[in-house]
């Protein structure tokens, strides 16, 4: 005889009003800027990331659906086109030069 499964009753999240909310969560959204991700230098911050990853890690075992949204791409592509420059630009057009596509060459690194 089949059996049937019995729904469970969970709290519906309409809005969250306390972080005591976040444990009915079943999918997180985490957001990590430039800054929190990119050292000053502008490298990629290996510390900070591999703790964003234990993090996600220890949600993913909760059974929680984690998205990780980042915007550090700018900063790692600033980097990355700043030594193309120094290698094969001049000073001069190096400050005159126009907004680059930072976030593209940063997501390809």
């Not at 997180?28 to 993090?55: C, D, H, Q, W, Y």
Request: with cysteine.
């Amino acid at each position: 005889m089949a059996t049937v499964p019995v729904p469970v009753e969970r709290k519906r999240l309409d809005h969250i009003t306390s972080r005591k909310d976040l444990k009915f969560a079943k999918r997180i959204v985490l957001k990590a800027g430039t800054s929190t991700i990119v050292t000053e230098s502008g490298f990629p911050s290996v510390r900070r990331i591999s703790n964003i990853a234990e993090e996600i890690f220890a949600l993913r075992s909760e059974g929680k659906e984690v998205v990780f949204v980042s915007s550090g791409a700018c900063g790692i592509g600033r980097n990355v086109l700043r030594r193309q420059d120094v290698m094969v630009c001049s000073a001069f057009d190096r400050l005159h030069r126009n907004c680059r596509p930072f976030s593209s060459i940063g997501n390809n690194t």
